[in-house]
């Protein structure tokens, strides 16, 4: 991580411990710590360590993989045949893949959940003027022919794990906000500039913008 990084996460850790305290299943990985590691003829760097959000059930049945900032530009990876399912893709393709084959279909209750859950997230890291961050989709699928109580186990552990959702089809959802320390700075109001610039992008749809609304 980067020094910014760094200090703007030692500001907030009395905060956004508060937050993970009264929101038990907020979609914020959860930091376990910062870490100073020296080595010879090499600077000193800083590792934060983060909770694994994609520990798939099934490594096998993975179908998935998505980094979404909700943003459209400069955000596609491409996808043909040989697209290996492990392979991370971004905004346009899972836009694309959903439009030709509903890979993202939940109940109505857990979408209200999920959308309350990602609002108060949103709104924290919002009042820390933090942007750019991710939500990690990580998508497995349950075989059908898995007998009923395979399910009603699998049921029972996503209650108690906040980064998954299981829906009626047997697709395990794990989702997560990742990569929350980029504040909106003066280097990113040039981001924005720069690309909307040079390269005729809306600067409204890209993913450096200021976190207001």
Known sequence: MTNSEKKKMLKMVPKIYLHWKDNLRSLISRVYGIYKVKMEAFKPIHLMIIANTLRF???GKIMRIYDLK????MREEGVTKSTPPTKVLKDV???KNQTLKQEVEITRQSRIDLLRRMRSDSEFLRDQGIMDYSVLLGIEYNNPNETESSVGNLRRFTRHRAHSVLDKDRRLYH????????PFNRGKRMENWAKSTFFFKDSKRLSAVEPVW
């Open 93 to 95: 393709d899972f836009i």
């Open 175 to 182: 989702i997560s906000i990742i990569d929350f320390l980029q």
């Open 70 to 73: 909700g943003s459209t530009e």
């Open 57 to 59: 059930e099934n490594p």
